[in-house]
């Protein structure tokens, strides 16, 4: 398959600039792909399009502060947008500058703390941050809140808390799993009294999330490099979930990326703690969830081929058209989908 077959035309103005004053105020559009059926409905009504025994299975990462500003010897600015971090002191990042870094130069962060390039892998920089205290902790004291590219405006005091998940936990990521901010305390708590379970995986999504399908033939795209854990408690809920009759629905294409990358040989879900660098396009067929939970997805993006694998690409396409037409918002601040399957033959 081609990368322009995950085209579609958006108007730019209909590209989510801030959170909705209410997490779960969002617009819910139903895609039904048994049946070909859309609804437009609100993210309030999610209890109600659930079922008592069913599991939603959340990625409880947290978002780190990942974006740093700094000055070259020769004076020139460089933003440090870190991908992951890969030791005490170490990450790898990518770097904006009007002329990038040499191996062995040294970035001084505005606060006056040295990073030293140590290498380049393709686009991606290996950094060395020349400090005492461990880079999650200047990351918590210098740096800023990694929002997307396509929201034009620097993040502010709002978005440490809107660009993060109400049950984020664990430190790591550099993208929010964007699903997930639907969600407040109201809405689980009706969630939980509707009879959902919860279940949780982490994924540390990394800036890589962004990067554009360069190859025209999407088989040749490299995906990038991505943590995860999932749990032994996890595996035994979504295991009695099944033999109960329920369903088990992913709440973001990480969680979807996490529980296929879990697999064993024998196709069953098994606790995993490593790298992933899964890639799923039309063609993969996704076993580990009955339903997902998820955004609107730039064009020709890794995460459209994803939900496109799932409910198939014309389909999804079609959705896609119709959410234009129906001025839903787009992307990390926007409006989110409910997806079922196409059926298996």
Known sequence: MKKSDFHYDLPLDLIAQQPLPERSSSRLLVVDAPHHALGDRSFHDLPQLLQPGDLLVFNDTRVLPARLFGRKPSGGEVEIMLERITGTHTAV???????????????????????????????????????????????????????????????????????????????????????????????????????????????????????????????????????????????????????????VIAVGTTVVRALEAARGEHGDIEPFAGETRIFIFPGYRITSIDGLITNF?????????????????????????????????????GDAMLVWPESRG
């Open 93 to 247: 990042a990518m770097l904006g500058a009007s002329k990038k870094p040499r191996e062995g130069s040294v970035i001084e962060l505005d606060d006056g703390t040295p990073v030293r390039v140590l290498g380049r892998d393709g686009q991606f920089f290996e950094l060395r941050f020349e400090c005492t205290e461990p880079l999650e902790k200047l990351l918590l004291r210098a740096g800023h809140m990694p929002l997307p590219p396509y929201i034009a405006r620097p993040a502010d005091a709002r978005d440490s808390e809107r660009y993060q998940t109400v049950y984020a936990k664990h430190p790591g990521a550099v993208a929010a799993p964007t699903a997930g901010l639907h969600f407040d305390a109201t809405l689980l708590d009706a969630l939980r009294a509707r009879g959902i379970d919860f279940g949780y995986v982490t994924l540390h999504v990394g800036a890589g999330t962004f990067q554009p399908v360069r190859a025209e033939k999407i088989e040749d795209h490299e995906m990038h490099r991505e943590w995860l854990n999932v749990g032994a408690e996890l595996v035994e809920k979504i295991q009695r979930t099944r033999a109960n009759g329920g369903r």
């Open 297 to 333: 997805h730039l064009p020709e993006s890794t995460l459209l081929m994803l939900v496109s694998a799932f409910a198939g690409r014309e389909f999804v396409l079609s959705a896609y058209k119709h959410a234009v037409e129906h001025r839903y918002r787009f992307y990390s601040y």
